[in-house]
Nanobody, 122 residues
Framework: QVQLVESGGGLVQGGGSLRLSCAAS????????MGWYRQAPGKQRELVAT???????NYADSVKGRFTISRDNPKNTVYLQMNSLKPEDTAVYYC????????????????WGQGTQVTVSS
């Protein structure tokens, strides 16, 4: 089993910054794609950013130029630096990881964190 533990959410004024972290732990052979999704009240969960194991990043248009995703492979940790935050960024942010398990058949599964609230005031 794998656990994703997120931290770094909170309340911030518009224009401010926050940094989210998510660490994967458990019976891990390799963490492949990692990323962040978010879900605002009454809306569907949406992609924010993803990053491959070699550092190739992909962003939603709404956050390009403001958010930066990065990862520390030895620590199985992904980060999301959020700058110039806007009230419309308010949501629960979920960490995502595609993990190859440390088992003889090396199966790959998808995991989600428990979510961390980000609230941006106007």
């Amino acid at each position: 089993q794998v656990q994703l533990v997120e931290s770094g959410g909170g309340l911030v004024q518009g224009g401010g910054s926050l940094r989210l972290s998510c660490a994967a732990s458990g019976s891990i052979f390799r963490v492949n794609l990692m990323g962040w999704y978010r879900q605002a009240p009454g809306k569907q969960r949406e992609l924010v950013a993803t990053i491959t194991s070699v550092g190739n990043a992909n962003y939603a248009d709404s956050v390009k130029g403001r958010f930066t995703i990065s990862r520390d492979n030895p620590k199985n940790t992904v980060y999301l630096q959020m700058n110039s935050l806007k009230p419309e960024d308010t949501a629960v942010y979920y960490c995502y990881a595609q993990v190859t398990m440390n088992r003889p058949t090396l199966p790959t599964y998808q995991y989600w964190g428990q979510g961390t609230q980000v609230t941006v005031s106007s």
